[in-house]
């Protein structure tokens, strides 16, 4: 390297070893002499290829995890499928008004929310709220704080969400929302 460079052998040693950086002449000449661009020197290494895991679930109503709050009734899809990424519920919502909540919900990654039956509200922590009646969808950031609610017109609506989070774990926050709603 060090005859390919022209860079002596102890000052790329002190390199490799993190004692000392080079200069931004030094990249330059780095990379002239072993002919490459200089972004390459700062190129992440690839990431190896994913393994196939094969997995699959096929969800129904029938067959999902249900979960009873004052103000929605989830039902939780593929739950026997550990380690998801995504989480996906199809949700019922009976919720009137915001007053119903004792905080807007927040959670770990994003959220998407396509409106199967009815119309709803969402109230976030930044945004104006907003309608969105049947076949409509909205995508939001789950740290953020949110609430649906069904709008005038309709006892109730019913979503399909689907949260998603790089946390593996995301089902057990989830879960644990429930627990402070059945509380409220």
Known sequence: MSDESGIPVSTLSKVEHDRLTLTYDKLLQLSDRLGIPITELFAQPESPEQPVTARRSIGTLNDSVRVETPNYDYY????????????????RIRA??????????????????????????????????VILSQGESIYIDSNMGHAYIATAGFDEAVV???????????????MSLHDDERNS
């Open 160 to 174: 399909l969400g689907v949260m998603s989070s790089e946390d593996r774990n995301l089902i057990d926050s989830l």
């Open 76 to 91: 939780y899809l593929c739950t026997e499928l550990r380690d998801k990424r995504i989480v996906p519920v199809v949700t």
């Open 96 to 129: 009137k008004s915001t007053k119903e909540f004792e905080k807007l919900v927040s959670h770990p990654g994003e959220e998407y929310i396509y409106v199967l039956e009815g119309a709803i509200e969402v109230h976030t922590d930044f945004f104006d709220p």
